[in-house]
């Protein structure tokens, strides 16, 4: 299984991004999918989770009401109302175990190499 994260890019306050997380070996319908980030000198924070099915979405209230995730045929996460305090590397993964995706990190067992979002004030 490998990942793919792509869309990052340099952004102003109040602007939009949209991340895709692309596969190969997988398929999305059978794993529970997450959005994590990691700023420079923090940990790696979950910011978006969706169920196999598709269905469920969740976040964190850092992100709830701005970020919407959802998944075809790949993960995407629309990224709305950016904050300086969203520059991160994203990261998407897959949990093959769970119904619901998990908010711990050593839950998932695939990751894509991530994908640099900066916001500018």
């Known amino acids: 299984v490998q990942l793919q994260a792509s869309g990052g890019g340099l952004v102003q306050a109040g602007g939009s991004l949209r991340l895709s997380c692309t596969a190969s070996?997988?398929?999305?319908?059978?794993?529970?999918m997450g959005w994590f980030r990691q700023a420079p000198g923090k940990e790696r924070e979950f910011v978006a989770g969706i169920s196999r099915s598709g269905g469920t979405p969740y976040y964190p209230d850092s992100v709830k009401g701005r970020f919407t995730v959802s998944k075809d045929n790949a993960l995407y996460l629309q990224m709305n109302s950016l904050k300086p305090e969203d520059t991160a590397v994203y990261y998407c993964?897959?949990?093959?175990?769970?119904?619901?995706?998990?908010?711990?990190?050593?839950?998932?067992?695939?990751w894509g190499r991530g994908t640099q979002v900066t916001v500018s004030s």
């Open positions: 993964a897959a949990d093959q175990d769970s119904v619901y995706a998990p908010r711990r990190k050593s839950d998932y067992e695939y």
């Open positions: 070996g997988l398929t999305f319908s059978s794993y529970s």
